[in-house]
């Protein structure tokens, strides 16, 4: 049985009915039952719309998951796929496929943002928004961001089984390279659709390990652009109502406490940092202790100040990596002459994790200084804000668990998603569904073709919902 409507929802729903009674009847109607969930006519496409009747194709589901799986630098259950790569144009065109096969109008942006867009019956308004990544980092998982892909375009396609029709526009959207793996900047397509500028210098001068450029690195794809083409990515606030991210929750809170859906709330503040040591280098054995300049220890003593001082935050939510070390010239005996760190640093506290930075580039220059190396470069690549969700797409999400009789908790995401940045262009939501141990960036990542079907259900009703307001 339908619980009451929380408050907010009900106000909404007068107003929206207040607004669009004289010259909408159709959508008032629809949205009427939709609130009630009730049927208050009997329109075909408002009855089929119980939650009992969402029925998601759960195995369909899966093999697009394993298919897209197959589109790998390395062997299963691994998933290796980094931006423009040969693997990645390949899922790229499966995505697109399968949009085309929902009956979606596609196009893509100029970095390969990909968007399928399902036109309501009211197609001039802001449309509703879903999506998420399919680059995936090395020696991953095959459910990370996909979920939040394949599992929006089934629930479009579920809701068109339903003969749902949506009064605002729906769209799918892919995002171009969610992780930093290529060219260290994450959530690149998010960040230029809400019209980064940080992004689009960074870009300018961006290479990849093997010293391609970003605009090279597009072109191989497919991408024939330049960087007067960046800003044209950006989107106004006027293009989506709403945007939703459905993902594994990738931390084990879900599964532990037998819960079916997480709404999160807010989104971590994350922030990644570059630093290169320089030292004198040479031979192992000739060199005698006191006469180094070991740019390799600089960088293990740094990694060690990491952990220091992300701990002496006091706080469980202050987190840091060292996820990067490389050590030149990297031979057993020649003393690191350059070594370059790659630091991820996050907490949910946006200062706390800004006073981390500061005492870890305090410590970058200590180190340099006392072990007679130069601090070459220490960038902080993003220092991004933490996103807050939107109050009344969390009050739907919740509805829909509550209607789909579905277990849920709020909580915090840790990790960072595109939805981070599409907060700043839309009101945003992230529905998670728990993974196995929570394991994530790692080949073990698995979630069970029920919790995805439950994910999926939510969103489908969000979406209807959202798409009527
Ligand atoms: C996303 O992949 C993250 O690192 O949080
Ligand atoms: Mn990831
Ligand atoms: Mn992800």
């Known amino acids: ?245 459905l993902h594994i929750e990738q931390g084990p809170i879900l599964e532990e406490e037998g819960v079916s859906i997480g709404i999160v709330t807010a989104i971590a503040a994350p922030a990644s940092i570059k630093v290169d040591f320089e030292g004198n280098g040479g031979h192992a054995g000739a060199v005698l202790m006191p006469a180094r300049n070991d740019a390799g220890l600089a960088a293990a003593e740094l990694a060690l100040a990491v952990e220091k001082h992300v701990l002496a935050s006091g706080s469980i939510d202050t987190v840091g990596t060292v996820g990067i070390l490389e050590l030149h010239p990297g031979a057993i005996n020649s003393i690191p002459s350059r070594s370059h760190l790659e630091i991820d640093t996050r907490d949910i506290d946006e200062k706390r994790r800004n006073t981390v930075i500061e005492k870890i580039q305090h410590s970058a220059s200590k180190i340099a200084t006392d072990r007679g190396v130069k601090l070459s470069q220490f960038t902080v690549v993003n220092q991004d804000p933490p996103a807050l969700c939107d109050e009344s797409i969390i009050d739907a999400m919740e509805a829909a668990s509550r209607q789909l009789n579905l277990s849920h908790k709020l909580m915090i995401s840790r990790a960072y998603h595109d939805s981070l940045f599409m907060a700043r262009i839309s009101p945003m939501g992230m529905i998670f569904i728990p993974c196995y141990k929570g394991y994530s960036h790692k080949p073990e990542e698995y979630a069970s073709m029920e919790d995805i079907a439950n994910g999926v259900k939510v969103l489908a009703l969000t979406l209807a919902k959202l798409s009527l307001d």
Request: charged share 20%; glycine share 6%.
């Open 1 to 245: 049985m339908s619980p009451i409507p929380p408050l907010p929802f009900l106000l909404l729903f007068l107003l929206v009915s207040a607004i669009s009674a004289a010259s909408h009847e159709d959508a008032t109607r629809r949205t009427m039952e939709e609130f009630s969930g009730y049927p208050i006519h009997s329109h075909p496409s408002v009855l089929s719309l119980s939650p009992s009747s969402l029925s998601v194709d759960a195995v369909g589901l899966q093999r697009q998951i394993d298919e897209l799986a197959a589109f790998s630098d390395t062997p299963k259950p691994s998933v290796t796929r980094i931006l423009y790569s040969e693997k990645d144009v390949l899922a790229r065109s499966y995505i697109k496929s399968l949009m085309k096969e929902a009956a979606l109008s596609v196009r893509e942006d100029a970095v390969g943002n990909i968007f399928g867009r399902w036109n309501g019956y009211e197609a001039g308004l802001p449309a509703v928004a879903t999506g998420s990544h399919i680059d995936a980092i090395p020696f991953s998982g095959k459910y990370d961001g996909v979920v939040g892909v394949l599992g929006a375009l089934e629930a479009i396609n579920t809701l068109k089984r339903s003969n749902f029709q949506p009064r605002r526009s729906l769209e799918v959207i892919m995002f171009t390279s969610e992780e930093p793996t290529r060219f260290g900047i994450s959530c690149l397509g998010s960040r230029l659709l809400a019209g980064s500028e940080a992004a689009t210098d960074a870009l300018k001068q961006a290479v990849d390990g093997q010293n391609i450029s970003f605009f090279d690195a597009a072109k191989s794809a497919g991408y024939n652009i330049c960087q007067e083409d960046l800003p044209n990515v950006s989107l106004t606030k006027e293009s989506y109502s709403a945007f939703l991210e």
